[in-house]
């Protein structure tokens, strides 16, 4: 085991470069930033004489559903600027396949599933 803690501590004097890294690369980007044009939201390219450096402002948006169903009749239907979508219920997944197997059996052909990365979390003891 004892290269397994070697590579524990080489797991974490790399961690602690990374964050300084990172650190680095986004008070470099806030001065960027503060020298070039940015838009409200969106994208903008600026060419340098040297490099093109692009610059996007993303916006976030969600939309309160009860507030939502009381005005949605205000404008057309086929301009309301939301999308219903359909998504997994891993959990519900997870739940079929362990206690309901015959039931996820009849459904499991509608859902693909594949394996993620593996998260590592080392700490010093």
């Known amino acids: 085991m004892s290269n397994i803690d070697g590579l ?3 797991w974490l004097e790399v961690k602690a ?3 300084q890294i990172i650190a680095k690369r986004r008070a470099i980007e806030e001065q960027i930033t503060k020298a070039l044009d940015v838009k409200d939201e969106g994208s903008i ?5 040297q490099h093109k450096v692009t610059l996007t402002q993303p916006v976030s948006r969600k939309v309160d559903p ?3 169903d009381k005005i949605k009749d205000k404008i057309p239907e086929n301009m309301h600027p939301i999308k219903v979508v359909m998504s997994v219920d891993a959990q519900g997944c997870r739940y079929l396949l362990e206690k309901e197997p015959r039931l996820w059996a009849k459904v499991s052909k509608a859902f693909e599933s594949k394996q993620g990365k593996i998260g590592v979390k080392v700490e010093h003891l």
Request: zero cysteines.
């Open 17 to 19: 470069q990374e964050k």
């Open 66 to 68: 009860i507030v939502w």
């Open 45 to 49: 390219s600026h060419k340098l004489e």
């Open 8 to 10: 524990a501590s080489e």
